[in-house]
């Protein structure tokens, strides 16, 4: 069974990219420039890059919390949509 990406995945898509290059640009301020290569690395390589730079936000306190709640918001409209299927 194949399933399509729908338009508003599309368009949520846009905002979780941008939420990804401000916890890389924040990586690079706080001097984790080997975290940010291997994020980038990671990121074209097998997609888990993504998901290092979600974790470090959290974690780390170097990313505005507005940022990563609208970023976990995101995250879970994008996943209801793809549930759903709208």
Known sequence: MEQEISSIQLV???PLLVFLGCA???MFQQGKTGLGI???ILIF????GSLIAFAWGWMSNNVNIKIM???T???IANVIAGVVGI
């Open 73 to 75: 918001l995101t995250i």
């Open 69 to 71: 709640i609208a970023w």
């Open 24 to 26: 890389i640009v924040a």
């Open 12 to 14: 949520l898509t846009i």
């Open 38 to 40: 291997t994020t980038i």
């Open 45 to 48: 390589a097998c997609g888990i």
